[in-house]
């Protein structure tokens, strides 16, 4: 497959080319999964992608692997741990978010609702397929992402705005944004059938 085939944003980099071959735009079902990519969104606010995308093993490593359960429990000793730990973005505010997003979690779950289908119940519970063929028509906002956004901030969860929610949507194939002449449209448009 030729680099002009493929969506414009991942450019020749290695590993973003495989993040959008293999994940970007593919349908994640998984709680833990979707909890793990809405925290990295947040922690992107005002960064690029590829910046988290390449800290990614280390944010599971400082975060215990996303696990709700302990992220819950940190404390103002872990916040500073954190804030030291150079794998990371640190900024006390995006610390913090992750924390206050695994209390979100778990407070829907204690309301028995699963994060997946709280997520997907915005699409329908279905991917949205998109056929754009220039990557200035892709929408940055649309009235599922905003309406994502004012239900997890009703939640508890933080750096959480509609642009945020918009990227890990795509990002979790609850819309297939790949430009129609990318090979990976058609193969994100499969995965959803």
């Known amino acids: 497959m030729e680099n002009a085939e493929r969506c414009p944003w991942c450019g020749d980099d290695p590993l973003y080319v495989h993040y959008h ?5 593919r349908p994640e079902y998984d709680d833990l999964a ?22 990614q093993h280390n944010y599971r490593a400082a975060y215990d692997d996303f696990n709700p359960e302990k992220i819950v ?7 500073e741990e954190l804030l030291s ?3 990371i973005i640190r900024n006390r505010l995006k610390v913090r978010s992750i924390i206050k ?10 309301q028995g609702i699963g994060f997946s289908d709280f997520l997907w119940s915005f699409v ?4 949205i397929q998109n056929h754009w063929r220039a990557f200035s028509e892709v929408p940055t906002t649309t009235a599922e992402s ?6 997890l901030k009703r939640s508890g969860f ?32 499969l995965l959803s059938q």
């Open 146 to 151: 905003e309406a994502m956004s004012k239900a």
């Open 85 to 87: 730990d150079p794998g």
């Open 158 to 189: 933080t750096f959480v705005g509609p642009t945020i929610v918009y990227a890990f949507m795509q990002a979790t194939g609850m819309v297939n944004d790949h430009l129609v002449q990318c090979p990976q449209h058609r193969e994100c448009y």
């Open 21 to 25: 071959d293999t994940v970007w735009g």
């Open 73 to 79: 429990r940190y404390d103002e000793a872990k916040v």
């Open 124 to 127: 329908g519970d279905k991917p």
């Open 34 to 55: 979707l909890f793990e990519k809405l925290c990295l969104d947040g922690q992107q606010a005002g960064l690029s992608w590829i910046t988290i995308l390449r800290k």
């Open 101 to 110: 997003n695994a209390r979100g979690y778990l407070d829907l779950r204690e």
